[in-house]
Structures are given as structure tokens and as C-alpha cells.
């Protein structure tokens, strides 16, 4: 089982849509948990952390159940830009390491 | 601005040639990251240090090694370069690796062994 599981998608919305993606890890001890997004042929950049409590940046929220090992990102009013792979991480390995799922695709659509 | 430098965009290299990648950090971090990505696959980390002489083993190490001589400066070595070593090759650094939102990462170097 990988340590931190993503629905690949492509998930393809309409401009204006509210899309969720969902996040599994595995490793109980898991310490801190981020949302990354990465633009085609570029490198990950940090999007926003995931508070226990949840948190929300503009059109992102970002929630976390630890019971659950399972992390969320929603999307309000999406816009064209937001079209990129979302990638969920966990810092593991007593704080030695991220682990990084594999990504959920986005394109958002005129 | 913050700059995490890979030295070459894209690379091709024969099989069994001996490959250096370069990653240069110009924010005095203690820690640098190796990772490769690949489609399905995801990020997968290969090498970190995180101070000069240093060095761990990631997850997938096997063929690969490093040298960090220098702070600012941490070195992928692919000792014999292989086909199932093409791949996106990202560098990172962070001034705490405790802290998983201050990682910055290079903009990667595509290796293509033929």
C-alpha cells in the first residue's frame, strides 16, 4: 500500500465549479500535512498547509481527520488557472522527510 | 527571491556513462533534497543531507550517490547510468526539514538515457 494515496484523475470542470480532492495516508505518526500544486513541466510549490482545526486561503480549504488518516482540498468557483496536478504531502520519518502522493490532475474548462 | 539552481533543463546521457546533476541553494539551508518523479510514481526521494559531508539514504538510493562538499551546493552522481534512471530529477532545500511548508525546489532536470 503507498504511504499516501490520490484519485489521479484527470478531473475536468467547468469554470466557476467547486471540485474536492481527497487525500489517504497510512502512517499514523504522520506530523504535518500540505497541499502542493504542480504547473505542467515545472516544479512543486507549496500551496497551503492542513490544520487539524481546517483552514481556508481564498477559494482553498483544506481539512484533516486524523481518525480517518485523511486529508481533503476543496475548490470554490474554479478558474482556468487553478488547471494543474495537486499533490498531497505528508511529513513522516520523525520530520525527516515529505512523502508526496502522486497527484490529482485538474483542468478546468471555458 | 529565495533560488534553488539545477544546472541543465534537460540532459542526455548513454548508458554507462557516469552522470553529474548540480543543484546550487543561494539560502544558506542545512538540509537538500534529491528526489526523481515519475508518471504513477509520483515524487520519490533518493539522497538528502543536511549539513556539509552529510548524507541519508532516501527511499530508492540504489544507483545513485551524492556529495556535498560545499552548503550551498548538493550533487546527484549516477554512477552508471541505466535506462530506468530516465527520469525528472528535482532538487529542494529547506532551512528545517521539521517544517514540510518551507521546502523550496529547483525546476528540475530531465534525463533521457538512451
Known amino acids: 500500500r503507498k504511504e499516501v494515496e490520490q484519485d489521479p484523475g484527470p478531473f475536468n470542470v467547468p469554470e466557476g465549479a467547486t471540485v474536492a480532492f481527497n487525500c489517504t495516508y497510512s502512517n499514523s505518526a504522520s506530523q504535518s500535512f500540505f497541499w502542493y500544486r504542480q504547473d505542467c513541466r ?8 492542513v490544520y487539524s482545526s481546517g483552514n481556508e486561503d481564498g477559494r482553498f480549504t483544506a481539512q ?7 486529508i481533503s482540498l476543496l475548490i470554490r468557483d474554479s478558474k482556468l488557472s487553478d488547471s494543474a496536478t495537486y499533490l498531497c504531502v505528508v511529513l513522516t520519518g520523525g520530520g525527516n522527510k515529505l512523502t508526496f502522493g502522486t497527484g490529482t490532475q485538474l483542468k478546468v474548462e471555458l | 527571491d529565495v ?3 539545477q544546472s541543465s ?26 528526489y ?8 520519490r526521494l533518493i539522497y538528502f543531507s543536511y549539513d556539509v559531508k552529510m548524507k541519508e539514504k ?16 548538493f550533487s546527484l552522481i549516477l554512477e552508471s547510468a ?20 518551507g521546502y523550496t ?9 538512451v
Not at chain 1, 64 to 70: E, F, T, W
Not at chain 2, 9 to 33: A, I, P, S, W
Not at chain 2, 36 to 43: A, E, H, M
Not at chain 2, 105 to 113: K, W
Open chain 1, 42 to 49: 515545472k516544479e512543486p510549490k507549496l500551496l497551503m498547509s
Open chain 1, 64 to 70: 484533516l481527520n486524523r481518525a480517518s488518516q485523511y
Open chain 2, 3 to 5: 533560488k534553488v539552481t
Open chain 2, 9 to 34: 533543463r534537460y540532459l542526455v546521457k548513454r548508458t554507462g556513462e557516469k552522470v553529474f546533476l548540480e543543484c546550487v541553494q543561494d539560502m544558506d539551508h542545512e538540509n537538500m533534497f534529491w
Open chain 2, 36 to 43: 526523481r518523479q515519475d508518471p504513477g510514481l509520483g515524487l
Open chain 2, 58 to 73: 532516501g527511499d530508492i538510493p540504489e544507483g545513485y550517490s551524492v556529495s556535498r562538499e560545499k552548503k550551498e551546493r
Open chain 2, 82 to 101: 541505466s535506462t530506468n534512471q530516465t527520469s525528472m530529477y528535482l532538487c529542494a532545500s529547506t532551512i528545517d526539514r521539521g517544517r514540510g511548508n
Open chain 2, 105 to 113: 525546489f529547483g525546476s528540475g532536470t530531465r534525463l533521457t538515457v
